[in-house]
């Protein structure tokens, strides 16, 4: 689940900096799109935001995926503990 985040924050991370490339080319390069500068940064500062946002929520997707994991494997290792104890008896 977290690749899927860190995905989703590289995509956006990489239209944030094509965004702000644009920004400052000349508008006679871009036939068309809106020539306002303010415009292209906002996106782009947009764009950067929800990219660092995903890739927050990856980290903690990865950090409670981790956590269940070793929790799991701890009471896994606590039970069969508890039955070599009770087939010793």
Same mark, same amino acid.
């Given at each position: ?7 989703? #924050? ?5 239209? #944030? ?39 927050l929520a990856g980290v903690l997707s990865h950090l409670f995926e981790q956590v269940d994991r070793r929790s799991e494997e701890a009471r896994r ?13």
């Amino acid at each position: 689940m977290s690749r899927t985040f860190y995905i989703i #924050a590289a995509t956006l991370l990489v239209f #944030a900096l094509l965004s702000a490339a644009i920004s400052f080319m000349p508008s006679s390069l871009q036939p068309g799109l809106p020539a306002n500068a303010s415009h292209w940064r906002t996106g782009s500062l947009f764009l950067l935001l929800a990219g660092l946002a995903a890739a927050l929520a990856g980290v903690l997707s990865h950090l409670f995926e981790q956590v269940d994991r070793r929790s799991e494997e701890a009471r896994r290792k606590r039970r069969g503990e508890r039955h070599q104890s009770i087939e010793k008896h």
